[in-house]
């Protein structure tokens, strides 16, 4: 009695036999002689089962490729190409695969994850053997998951092929079909962010993917576009890296935002005298100029204003203008109550 | 779940490769080498034992010295040509580049020189070995910690040490406290330490940025039992429900606060599920994305929010007169 053989025994099967071929197999003699091909129950059950383990191999990395012989008329033969197959020499310490080994689980995304456990496996195959794990303990860095769109567009990008996705614009919340050449996919606060050219406006654009919708297409041929220039990239790029290092000064209320102070950096020597300018003078009693390194305006104006009035943004102007907004923007969401008011700005003073 | 029969033909492939380069490894240390139990090992070897080339005749198997195997230890003695090591796929090879090179540029601060240069050669041999596919995939992490906060977390990690923290919380309020570390967590955009905290006798996550100072003390860090999902911010049941309406550039905030459920509305906007057991917290938030809110429930919250922006507004005194010349609106973006 002829017991059903396990999927991965007939893949590994396959594969070996294909590996050690004579110039290629049919599908006919996968068929006949490769082990677990025989229990295919029909001709429909054979190919589904023969086509998937072809997708399978190639997704493992498997340069599997089809040969058309003249000699043979018109059917395919399959073979693998020996010099694509194997990993270039690569000799890898035990504490180098502890270090690979958390890079494979930094992908919280399933898939991304599911391909650095496959990578890892590859890669442990030619490191030496076991030594101390424990290199580099109690770390636990993450990258969170692009949601469903964000393999296949990786494979667009790699194969250098179009996509067609919806997106929801930010500006006005408009949805529109886009088609666009995916370049390089960032990782940024807030989110993951996909860099390419937009055919339909001509113009290098970046979308978040958590605003694409619903599935991405690839289109038309791998190979569609060049890859982008180092100058496109870094172009694209420009509007998601941080800018230079400036500085911002803060009037701070005595033992408040002490997550911030601890960041304080010394009094710059170009610094004004606050204290004697007619305007801000007058709000900065009894509070501690506070001076802090940043880079990003929006960044620092966000994290001030969670302290309400503890903290009074100087200078630079944009950042104390961006927590304004906040704040002018916060005040709306209820409308203050009148009779109130008095207490409300006692209250203020009082600290 | 059963393991997918692709994982596992990778690993089959793999012991094959690793058996041809160490002769005579034992059943544990293969099971180590590849993460796996030592019965998973075993029931691998049995597979590799009857798979072969067509015809599966004994001289067509791959075939391991059986007086040895019984021994313990696994000894290839005919590959059929399979000992070649397989390379990595486009995407695998991205994603381990693109981590690793995350953790060169964004968690060195936590590593000592020794492991940093582990980080750096195991990179460098890496992209050798992929190639120049992996620029197709950026990412960053964030560490977000004073030099000497990173230095002193990263050693009472390695050596097992109790620290004693000094951490302002939420609410603005600062602490100090002894923690047993358990894990350093980094994700783009901050990190956290996530410890058992003497002071309140249970896990607890520090936000990196907020740990004021940090000293390594002499006494070993006990080991605590790690609650499931510990380290997760995992919404729970305790805390006031506040539902908070958000234009759709607020997208981030539902990808980076632990919310309850998103139900989008169609005009694009969309609404955020929040258990908040600190109001210290909910006020920041609400504060920071306030471009984005077109409305917090309930109303209460609301109040209270915007009353905070308007004492904030008094004592910017004349900086806050709504006639004010404004700048440029740098807020551009995608």
Redesign the interface.
């Known amino acids: 009695m002829a017991t059903s053989i ?4 007939r ?3 396959l ?3 294909l ?2 071929t004579h110039g290629r197999m049919t599908k006919e003699q996968v068929r006949a ?3 677990g091909y025989a229990d295919a129950p029909s001709d429909e059950a054979f190919e589904r089962m023969f086509e998937r383990d072809k997708d ?1 191999l190639r ?4 340069p599997l490729v089809t040969v058309t012989d003249a000699g043979h008329g018109d059917d395919i033969g399959y073979r693998i190409d ?1 010099d ?5 020499a ?4 035990a ?2 695969l ?7 689980q ?2 919280q995304d399933r898939t ?1 994850r ?14 030496q ?2 030594g101390a794990t424990d ?10 998951s692009g949601g469903a769109v964000f ?1 296949p567009l ?2 667009a ?2 194969a250098r092929q179009v996509v067609r996705l919806t997106y ?8 529109r079909e886009r088609r666009v050449e995916p ?9 993951w ?1 996909l860099l390419g050219w937009d055919r339909d406006r001509g113009a290098t ?4 993917l ?2 694409i919708e619903g599935s991405i297409r690839a289109v038309g041929e791998p190979g569609a576009f060049d890859a982008p220039s180092p100058e496109q ?1 870094e172009q694209a790029m420009a ?1 998601w890296r941080e800018g230079p290092a400036r500085v911002a000064t803060l009037a701070v209320l005595p033992e ?4 911030t102070r ?2 304080a950096i010394e009094t710059p020597p170009d610094a004004p005298d606050w204290s004697q300018d007619p ?2 003078g ?2 900065v009693v009894g509070r501690d100029v506070v001076h802090v390194a940043f880079r990003n ?2 960044e620092l104006a ?2 001030l ?6 903290v ?1 943004v ?1 200078d630079p ?2 950042v ?3 927590a ?14 009148r009779v109130d008011d008095d207490v ?2 006692l ?2 003073e009082r600290g | 779940m059963a393991e997918r029969a692709s994982d596992r033909v990778v690993r089959l492939l793999g012991l094959v490769a690793f058996l041809d380069r160490h002769e005579g490894a034992s059943v544990e240390e293969l099971a180590r080498q590849f993460g796996v139990t030592s019965e998973q090992v075993m029931a691998d070897i049995d597979t590799l034992w009857v798979s072969g080339t067509p015809g599966y005749l004994p001289y067509d198997l791959i075939d391991f010295d059986f007086s040895s195997y019984e021994r313990g230890v696994v000894r290839l003695t005919e590959s059929r040509n399979m000992t070649r090591p397989l390379r990595l796929s486009a995407r695998e090879g991205v994603a381990l580049v693109a981590s690793l090179r995350a953790l060169d540029a964004g968690l060195s601060g936590a590593l000592d020189d020794e492991r940093a240069q582990v980080v750096r050669s195991a990179l460098a041999k890496l992209t050798a070995a992929v190639g120049d596919a992996a620029g197709t995939v950026d990412v960053s992490l964030t560490l977000a910690a004073a030099p000497e906060v990173a230095a002193a977390l990263a050693t009472s990690l390695r050596e097992g040490r109790r620290l004693h923290l000094r951490y302002v919380n939420a609410a603005d309020v600062s602490s100090e406290r002894d923690v047993d570390p358990i894990r350093l967590v980094t994700d783009t955009d901050r990190s956290y330490l996530l410890g058992w905290c003497h002071a309140v006798e249970g896990e607890r996550l520090f936000r990196v940025d907020r740990i004021l100072a940090a000293h390594v003390l002499d006494e070993p860090a006990e080991h605590h039992p790690l609650a499931p999902g510990g380290g997760e911010f995992e919404p729970g049941d305790d805390g006031a429900l506040v539902t908070v309406h958000l234009a759709s550039q607020g997208r981030w905030i539902a990808e980076s606060t632990p919310v309850q459920e998103v139900r989008n509305l169609d005009d694009g906007s969309f609404e955020v599920d929040l258990r908040v057991v600190s109001p210290a917290w909910l006020r920041h938030l609400v504060l920071q994305a306030a471009n984005e809110i077109l409305d917090v429930r309930p109303a209460s919250v609301a109040a209270e929010v915007a009353s905070t922006a308007r004492a904030a507004l008094a004592a910017y005194g004349p900086l806050a007169d709504p006639a004010r010349v404004r700048p440029y609106d740098e807020h551009a973006g995608a």
């Not at chain 1, 997704?59 to 498997?62: A, C, K, R, S």
């Not at chain 1, 694509?84 to 270039?88: F, H, S, V």
């Not at chain 1, 290199?135 to 969170?144: D, S």
């Open positions: 396990d999927p991965a025994e893949l590994l099967n594969l070996i036999a590996v050690n002689s490769v082990a399978t997704d493992l990395g498997i020996l694509a197959y194997a990993l270039p690569i000799d890898l310490t504490a180098e502890g270090v690979l080994t958390l890079a494979a930094t992908w991304m599911g391909d650095t456990a496959r990578a890892l496996t590859k890669l442990r195959a030619v490191g053997g076991p290199l580099v303990a109690g770390l636990a860095p993450r990258v969170r393999a990786l494979d990008a790699q929801r614009a930010a500006s006005t919340g408009e949805v370049w390089q996919l960032i990782a940024r606060r807030g989110g962010v654009r970046s979308f978040r958590s605003r990239v509007a408040r935002a002490e997550a601890v960041r305007v801000v007058p709000l305006a929006w966000e994290e204003v969670g302290y309400g009035d503890a009074l100087l102007p944009d104390r203008e961006h304004l907004q906040l704040l002018e923007r916060a005040a709306a969401l209820a409308p203050a109550p409300a700005v209250e203020v």
